[in-house]
């Protein structure tokens, strides 16, 4: 049999999930799976909430529009969230839109927009960025939502990181080498400290933000190539380069 099950349709839920548990679902989650993927009665249904694992139900509509979801068993235990933390200069709300899901497909445990001189724009909906992250969440498996962390400025954001956390900083002015060398010899692969990834805006860092950047201890300036990327391009190049270097796809 497949080790996972990507024939029931997933959905994140705020309340307990139990066996014998009925959840009533909100109108949209409803029309999702009555209207738009056509299921029937005691058709399965995947359930996780970020606390207590993946759990099976089954759909009993109660009208043409309503419907709940009988709780039936566990399926997976859950995971705790990754111990990496993704500081990004906030983009226009499309691409911001694809960089929060492939921060969450690549295993981000928490993200947190950051002001920098030549951000674009300085109005975050989180609102609008946690939807984003639970809808990655449930097409890719992900039991653990991200810890969506609030919007500051790049020195505060520094500071907010602990000493001991290894921060990876995309900085196009690094030189062109092995970026694969450059984690490696910042770390050691087989017990990789906690890790932070910082990738700016499409501008670049300002001089005065590079200075304070690298002034910071336990940092390492990666390049990632000789091609200038675009700056959602960047944050899923650099995640799977760390995460496949120093992090859970080792």
Known sequence: MPAYDFTAPRLFVEAELRAGARLPLDRAQANYL???????PEDPVLLFNGRDGEWRASLAPSGRKSADLDVLE????????ADLHY???????????????????????????????Y???????????????????????????????EAVR????LEALEAERLLVF???????????????????????????????????????????????????????????LRADTAAVAVLALVQAVLGDAR
């Open 74 to 81: 566990r399926v997976r235990a859950q995971t705790v969230r």
């Open 34 to 40: 009555l209207n738009v993927l056509r299921r029937k």
């Open 154 to 157: 790049l020195p505060e954001a």
């Open 87 to 117: 500081l990004f200069a906030p983009l226009k709300s499309a691409r911001l839109d694809y960089l929060a899901q492939k921060a969450v497909e690549l295993g981000a445990g928490t993200i947190r927009p950051v002001f920098t001189r």
């Open 170 to 228: 995309c900085d196009e002015d690094a030189p062109v080498s092995d970026p694969v060398a450059a984690l490696r010899g910042a770390a050691d692969p087989a017990a990789p400290p906690p890790l932070a990834v910082l990738v700016g805006p499409e501008g670049g860092f300002s001089e005065e933000e590079r200075a304070r950047i690298r002034a910071r201890p336990n940092t390492v300036a990666l390049s990632l190539g000789p091609r200038i």
């Open 119 to 149: 951000t674009q724009g300085e109005r975050i909906n989180l609102e609008r960025l946690r939807a984003n992250a639970v809808e990655a969440a449930e097409q890719c498996g992900i039991l653990a939502i991200p810890d969506l962390a």
